[in-house]
């Protein structure tokens, strides 16, 4: 909640500040949900992109999600509005705790519906809360986006502290930085690229017995 309301206002002022109604940014976080997706809207609407450029650019930038998906197919349940939900609201922040969570937790489905529910409810609210304030009162919003990078540390030390497996760690460290040095305005999906070619490699060669 602390992560996600600062950055949904951020994300409000922002859009306000293009002239539209404040009433779109909470919608956008109904509809889109997808944070990285919307700040990049911003600029897109901004500069004037066409739908066809603004479609390639969401397809790019949210193409890490499907490997999540694919990671927590098998704890979402095989039907139902609740399945489609989930797979909708799917984002980093919600992944992690989906996977920090033992998949056999007793109510796990209601946890996951309750779990994304929260979350997105948290940034629709943000979202609603610095669009309809910048709209009555302009203020200054640099700092606010640090938010999300506290966010994902918590969700890192979270994450290294219900390991079982370091070495995961170290795979997913060396894949990152090696991207960022290879292709740093893309190193997102060449390191999960990176560390999935990696876990393939180590399975085909027995790694998972060991």
């Known amino acids: 909640m602390f992560g996600y309301i600062p950055l949904g206002m951020a994300f409000g002022v922002l859009f306000q500040s293009l002239g539209y109604h404040w009433i779109f940014a909470p919608l956008a976080g109904v509809v889109i949900y997808a944070g990285s997706a919307q700040f990049m809207a911003v600029g897109l609407l901004a500069a004037g992109v066409s739908y066809a450029e603004a479609f390639i650019a969401t397809l790019v930038l949210n193409s890490r999600h499907m490997f999540y998906g694919l990671?927590?197919?098998?704890?979402?349940?095989?039907?139902?509005?609740?399945?489609?939900?989930?797979?909708?609201?799917?984002?980093?922040?919600?992944?992690?705790?989906?996977?920090?969570?033992?998949?056999?937790?007793?109510?796990?489905?209601?946890?996951?519906?309750?779990?994304?529910?929260?979350?997105?409810?948290?940034w629709v609210i943000g979202c609603a809360l610095g669009a309809s304030l910048q709209s009555f009162y302009a203020f200054d919003s640099r700092g606010f986006e640090?938010?999300?990078?506290?966010?994902?540390?918590?969700?890192?030390?979270?994450?290294?502290?219900?390991?079982?497996?370091?070495?995961?760690?170290?795979?997913?460290?060396?894949?990152?930085?090696?991207?960022?040095?290879?292709?740093?305005?893309?190193?997102?999906?060449v390191a999960i690229g990176l560390c999935l070619v990696t876990l393939m490699v180590f399975i085909r060669t027995g790694g998972d017995h060991g």
């Open 71 to 122: 990671s927590v197919m098998g704890r979402y349940p095989t039907r139902g509005l609740s399945r489609w939900y989930l797979i909708f609201g799917l984002t980093d922040e919600t992944y992690s705790l989906i996977t920090a969570r033992p998949p056999q937790s007793p109510g796990n489905v209601h946890y996951l519906v309750y779990l994304t529910g929260l979350n997105q409810s948290y």
């Open 146 to 189: 640090f938010a999300l990078v506290a966010l994902f540390l918590v969700l890192l030390i979270e994450q290294v502290r219900t390991m079982n497996q370091r070495w995961l760690l170290a795979v997913a460290l060396s894949t990152s930085v090696l991207a960022y040095l290879l292709t740093p305005n893309q190193f997102l999906l």
